[in-house]
C-alpha cells in the first residue's frame, strides 16, 4: 500500500489519542491525557492542524500543530507551533518522521504562514530539515529552604482557567513586549508533566497588578510566567513558594521577571535552548528569531 500524507478528520483525532498518550503521557509514567493537557490542539476543530502519515487506514506518524500569533511593537507575525512528533514503534527507522514534518511544513507555506517553531533536544535531526536552532530561553531552580518573605496578603489564587482572561489579556498587552494573545481554552492548557496550573493575582484591577502561571507536581511548583508591575512581584514570589520543596522558572534572558528574580533570589539560571525555528515567508527572518521567546506554557 501507499503512504499518503493528509490533514486529520475529526474520527481521526479520537482514534489517534490512544497512541499519543501511550508515547508521551502513560509510557513516561505521566498521568493526564493530552486531550485534557492541550484542549484546543486535540479536537475536531483542530484536526486541520493535525498531520498524519497513513497506509492502509493505519496512522504511521503524526505531528500536532497549534495556529497562533505573535504581536510585538514592530507589527504581527503568524505562527504555528509544532508538537508530539510521532512514528510508530514497529515502523522506526524509515524516516516517516522526516516525511510528515515536511509535509506540515509544506502545508503551513500554503497557508501563508510566517514560521513554525518547535522545542526540542535533538537539533540535529530537525536541522537536516531547514530548522535553526536559536533560543533565549532560561531555565531557573530555586531550592525552597523556608526563608522566602512572609507573605504580604491580598494575593488571589484560582484555576488559571477560572480568571478573568479580558482582565489577564490587558495585563500582558501592557507588560509584555512581545506576546501570544489567548484565548479561553488556552488557559485550559496543563504543560506536561504539572497536575494543575494556578493564577496568583496581586493588586488585581489596579495599576500595580501582577500574576503569575503556577504549575504544580507534587512538592514541586513550576513557574510559567510572571507577568505585571514589577512591585507586585514582591508579593507574588512567597506565594509561588509556599509549600513547595522547589520552583523550577520558565523565562527568558532579560525578561522583567528574570531581572527581577536575578536582584531578589537566589534562583539558580541555566540556558534551555531548545526552540528551533522555521521561517516560511520573507517577512520573518533569524536575525529576528533569535529574540522571540514563546511561553512554556503556550508550547506543545
Known amino acids: 500500500m501507499n503512504i499518503v500524507a ?49 497506509e492502509n487506514s493505519e496512522i504511521l506518524s503524526s505531528v500536532a500543530c497549534k495556529c497562533f500569533t505573535l504581536r510585538c511593537e514592530s507589527g504581527s507575525w503568524n505562527g504555528a507551533m509544532i508538537g508530539a512528533v510521532y512514528t510508530r514503534p514497529q515502523r522506526r527507522g524509515e524516516q516517516l518522521a ?62 488559571a482557567h477560572e480568571c478573568d482572561i479580558a482582565l489577564i489579556e490587558r495585563v500582558r498587552e501592557r507588560w509584555c513586549e512581545r506576546m501570544t494573545p489567548r484565548q479561553a481554552d488556552d488557559y485550559r492548557q496543563l504543560p506536561l508533566p504539572a497536575q494543575a496550573v494556578l493564577m496568583l493575582a496581586s493588586g488585581a484591577g489596579s495599576n500595580q497588578m501582577a500574576y503569575a502561571l503556577l504549575g504544580t507536581k507534587a512538592d514541586t511548583g513550576i513557574l510559567y510566567e510572571m507577568v505585571g508591575h ?28 528574570h531581572c527581577w528574580l536575578l536582584q531578589h533570589t537566589r534562583v539558580i539560571w541555566t540556558e534551555k535552548p531548545l526552540a528551533m525555528w522555521l521561517t516560511l515567508s520573507g517577512k520573518s527572518h533569524l536575525s529576528q528569531l533569535k529574540h522571540w521567546y514563546i511561553p512554556y506554557f503556550d508550547r506543545i
Open 230 to 257: 514589577p512591585d507586585g512581584f514582591s508579593a507574588l514570589w512567597p506565594e509561588i513558594c509556599r509549600g513547595y520543596r522547589k520552583i523550577l522558572i520558565n523565562d527568558a534572558t532579560g525578561s522583567p521577571s
Open 6 to 54: 493528509r490533514t486529520a478528520t475529526p474520527a481521526d483525532v479520537e482514534r489517534m489519542m490512544p497512541q499519543l498518550d501511550d508515547q508521551f503521557v502513560y509510557g513516561k509514567g505521566r498521568d493526564i491525557s493530552l486531550v485534557q493537557r492541550f484542549p484546543a490542539v486535540y479536537c475536531p476543530e483542530n484536526a486541520r492542524n493535525l498531520f498524519l502519515l497513513v
Open 98 to 159: 522526516s516525511r510528515i514534518l515536511e509535509h506540515a511544513a509544506w502545508s503551513l507555506r500554503e497557508r501563508q504562514l510566517d514560521f513554525a517553531v518547535l522545542w526540542t533536544d535533538q537539533p540535529a535531526f530537525y536541522a537536516r530539515l531547514g530548522w535553526s536552532s536559536v533560543d533565549c530561553g532560561l531555565l531557573g531552580e530555586f531550592e525552597n529552604s523556608g526563608e522566602c518573605a512572609q507573605s504580604r496578603g491580598g494575593i488571589i489564587s484560582m484555576a
